[in-house]
């Protein structure tokens, strides 16, 4: 598996991104949604990586920086096919060795309280997150659940 600097450019990173969303406004409350779009994560505050096998897309995710010392995971994603076989992980742990060298003492992260999503707040757990309140401009929400990771 390689993970690589995406520039969102290539059609089955859309078509992810595309599932990805649906599936966020299907399990949640429009209100609740916090995705980003493809046009959010091509701000200039984000940087998107993706993992491949050979020239197939294993999975996203997405670092936005809300402070030169805090950081958002965002749009973390597997495909179907890689779902079980280690991708989150590895891109999380990925994306916090980033975080690191870009010298965050933090990262924070939202994501849903439904069941659906009862196994990204496990990897996060498993990954050291603890939960915390809402942070930059987030909100109590019953459909949000927020974590964070002092790194």
């Known amino acids: 598996m390689r993970i690589e600097v995406d520039d969102l450019s290539r059609p ?3 078509a992810l ?3 990805h969303l649906a599936d966020m ?3 949640s409350p ?3 949604v ?3 779009d493809l046009s959010g994560l091509r701000g ?3 940087t998107v990586w993706t993992a491949w096998e050979a020239d197939a897309l294993l999975g996203i995710v997405a ?6 010392d805090h950081g958002e995971l965002k749009s973390m994603r597997t495909t ?3 779902r079980g076989r280690g991708v989150a992980s590895s891109l999380l742990v990925h994306v916090l060795d980033d975080a690191r060298r870009r010298g965050y003492g933090r990262v924070s992260l939202e994501t849903g309280t439904q069941d659906y999503f009862a196994a990204a707040r496990r990897l996060y757990v498993r990954h050291g997150f603890d939960e915390c309140p809402p942070f930059a401009d987030y909100v109590v929400d019953p459909s949000s659940a927020f974590f964070s990771l002092s790194l």
């Open 12 to 14: 089955h990173v859309h």
């Open 25 to 27: 406004h299907a399990t």
């Open 80 to 82: 179907g096919a890689a």
């Open 30 to 32: 429009a209100e609740s």
């Open 63 to 68: 670092l936005k920086e809300l402070s030169p």
């Open 44 to 46: 200039s505050d984000v």
């Open 34 to 36: 916090h995705a980003l």
């Open 17 to 19: 991104l595309t599932e």
